[in-house]
């Protein structure tokens, strides 16, 4: 689903069809459990991301986010160099300085009111591989937009990511990845009036 790609869920067909959102604000936490006990995170708020709704009459959605992992910080610089040169190898390939979720399939919210605990399956693209992922999402009413957080876990060496190690002290294989975002309507498409246009002459 890091998803939304989860931001599937801010979409309501019969009032948004058509609607475009982009992610306006987000947070990922990144979760390691350390195998002598205890856990670091790794944070970035440089996540974003586009969901759009298709029409009425053919109500579908498309979802991405993107996460820069060259910004992933756990708090100690020689850590986070040796995370992002080591392990998460940004400088290998291309993409892989990004993580990036799409295919968000949801469950458990009413299309019409889009709020509440959901589950979530989605494809994850880290490190060159790409795997599907589930986990839980909950969504709010946030003004205008939604409020989206979501958590799911990772285990890094289905991702071909070597166990990470750090003063001689290494990371478990699965890590929590928590995602949270706002995402905001654009200018709804021109698509909304036509199709409600053909919906009218459909109905009469």
Same mark, same amino acid.
């Given at each position: 689903?890091?998803?939304?790609?989860?931001?599937?869920?801010?979409?309501?067909?019969?009032?948004?069809?058509?609607?475009?959102?982009?992610?306006?604000?987000?947070?990922?936490?990144?979760?390691?459990?350390?195998?002598?006990?205890?856990?670091?995170?790794?944070?970035?708020?440089?996540?974003?991301?586009?969901?759009?709704?298709?029409?009425?009459?053919?109500?579908?959605?498309?979802?991405?986010?993107?996460?820069?992992?060259?910004?992933?910080?756990?708090?100690?610089?020689?850590?986070?160099?040796?995370?992002?040169?080591?392990?998460?190898?940004?400088?290998?390939?291309?993409?892989?300085?990004?993580?990036?979720?799409?295919?968000?399939?949801?469950?458990?919210?009413?299309?019409?009111?889009?709020?509440? +605990? /959901?589950? #979530?399956?989605?494809? %994850?693209?880290? !490190?060159?591989?790409?795997? @599907?992922?589930?986990?839980?999402?909950? &969504?709010?009413?946030?003004?205008?937009?939604?409020?989206? +957080? /979501?958590? #799911?876990?990772?285990? %890094?060496?289905? !991702?071909?990511?070597?166990? @990470?190690?750090?003063?001689?002290?290494? &990371?478990?294989?699965?890590?929590?990845?928590?995602?949270?975002?706002?995402?905001?309507?654009?200018?709804?498409?021109?698509?909304?009036?036509?199709?409600?246009?053909?919906?009218?002459?459909?109905?009469?």
């Amino acid at each position: 689903g890091l998803g939304v790609a989860l931001a599937l869920l801010v979409v309501a067909p019969s009032a948004w069809a058509g609607a475009a959102w982009a992610v306006a604000a987000g947070d990922v936490k990144v979760t390691c459990p350390l195998t002598v006990g205890g856990s670091f995170q790794a944070r970035t708020t440089s996540l974003k991301g586009t969901v759009q709704s298709n029409t009425v009459a053919s109500p579908s959605h498309r979802a991405r986010l993107v996460v820069d992992l060259r910004t992933l910080d756990t708090g100690i610089d020689l850590r986070t160099e040796h995370m992002r040169a080591n392990y998460l190898e940004v400088d290998k390939a291309p993409g892989y300085d990004q993580a990036v979720i799409s295919d968000v399939d949801l469950t458990g919210l009413k299309a019409d009111a889009p709020e509440g +605990k /959901a589950r #979530f399956s989605a494809t %994850l693209a880290l !490190h060159g591989v790409s795997r @599907p992922v589930t986990g839980q999402a909950e &969504v709010r009413r946030d003004g205008s937009g939604l409020k989206v +957080k /979501a958590s #799911f876990p990772v285990q %890094l060496s289905s !991702h071909m990511i070597p166990e @990470p190690r750090y003063l001689g002290v290494g &990371v478990k294989d699965q890590v929590t990845v928590e995602v949270t975002f706002t995402a905001t309507p654009e200018a709804a498409t021109t698509s909304r009036s036509i199709d409600r246009r053909r919906v009218t002459a459909t109905s009469t």
